[in-house]
């Protein structure tokens, strides 16, 4: 807690946090429950035991985001902080045309986002509130072979920088930038031979409990937060030095295929071929 005890007090705070039985949804509600939040949750399938309330919502559906965003600020008399954490991963390579997998992430990550913030934005509006993405490093540093969750994800920060231009204002918008997180977002990725390992480093989820806190409580609102050191090298080189990190992903790609790290992945099958010269 001393990291949120150095920034703006969240006691009495009003909080509303998607994907809040997930592994970053429920240790931040834990969390700020912890330091005095009023908080309450959405998500598609709450488990019952989160130490703090959890409604069930299905981001992708026009009425379930709104009536159960209304229950949610009713129970909790108005919102200070939105954190859009909702979102999925998995395998979508950017050369295939895209399918029922593109469009979940899609419809999650990105409409989800907006369907939930734009039925939160009158009561933001009157609180003088914060906005959280919860985007990715691949916001701004794409990784192969997973074009849906990078594109979704880099989509979320142009829609806060829409919001954050309308509504400025009146109400802040953060983007936070997390690398890898061990969680089960990255399950079906792993399922389709294609794990994370060798391509990007899992960093504590402190430190990212500790951004989306700095996000949310910090007297003035960031634009940008980054979870690490690493990660902030990271996201100035992907926006200053773009060719520099696309060299730097690519020679890493071209080494885990020499390696047979993908071997019997079908996704990654045509890259494999093109590595080796069988394509």
Known sequence: MSALNRRQDPRGRRVLITGASGT???????????????????????????????????????????????????????????????????????????????????????????????????????????????ASRMAVLQLPLAAAYGASKRAMVAYADALRLELGTHVGVSCVYPSAVRSPIHDSTAAAGLSLEGMSVYEPLEGVLDAIGKAAFSTRPHRDVTTTRKGAVEFFLARHLPALTDRIVARTLNARAAAGAFDGAEPAASVVARNRGTK
């Open 24 to 134: 970053i949804g429920r240790a931040l509600g834990e969390r700020l429950t912890a330091a005095g939040a009023h908080v309450r949750g959405l998500d598609l399938r709450p488990t019952g035991d989160e130490p703090f309330p959890v409604l069930r919502c299905d981001v992708t559906d026009d009425a379930s985001v709104r009536e159960t965003v209304a229950r949610a600020l009713e129970a909790l008399g108005g919102l200070d902080v939105l954190v859009n954490n909702a979102g999925v991963g998995g395998p979508a390579p950017a050369e295939y045309a895209p399918g029922a997998e593109v469009r979940r992430q899609l419809e999650i990550n990105l409409l989800g986002t907006w369907r939930t913030t734009a039925a939160c934005v009158d009561a933001l509006v009157a609180a003088r509130g914060r906005v959280v993405m919860v």
